[in-house]
């Protein structure tokens, strides 16, 4: 296979255009241009024509999930069912988690910590975090430390509850739908219930 025209892309700066003399055009990157020596006119086995395109689908794989990653921080379970998606294989895969780690655009830990602030500062409980973490696929043995960075919750249940009140003296059915509310937002009932004995609900209610 012949290479009809060697050019840089318009597009994407670093990625190179090899057009074959099929008229497929193959995207690749600075590294493929070194490493395979290519240039117009060159003649490609068919080793080596496979051998460039296994290349350039991995380069390919990497640069977008560094794009992805520079847009939005996720987990190394994210990004590998993201590369799924991508049909990436599971040696690829691991590759590239293992590359964007060490180039520190994949860190489970910061991450953790990040999806505990978020939701925290939201006004979500603890159960509510810890359903967050596992819905983003972070290990288990970073949930601990992450949750310390959570706020107050008898401070985000406060800000709730009076603003949900307004200065009312609730009865039981508005008792009711307040810790509700607060059961959804992932809040545990001691915290509920201490924080409605602060706004005048009594052990019995």
Known sequence: MRIEELKPSKRVQ????????????LRVGE???????????KELTDEEGK?????????GLKEKALDLLTRKPMSRKELER?????EAGEEETAAICVRMEELG???DAAYAVQVVRHYSTKGC??????????RRGVPRDLWEDALVQATDPAEAIDA??????????PDRKELKKVSDALMRRGYGWEDISAALRRFGADEED
């Open 14 to 25: 670093g990625r190179w255009l090899v057009v074959l003399e099929d008229g497929s055009i």
């Open 105 to 107: 655009f994949l860190n």
């Open 160 to 169: 709730f509850v009076q603003k949900k009140l307004a200065g009312k003296v």
């Open 125 to 134: 409980g603890e159960h509510k975090l810890r359903d967050e973490l596992y």
């Open 82 to 86: 993201k590369l799924g998606e991508w």
């Open 31 to 41: 590294g493929e241009v070194i490493d395979f020596a290519l240039y117009a006119g």
């Open 51 to 59: 051998a460039l395109a296994d290349s350039a689908r991995r380069t």
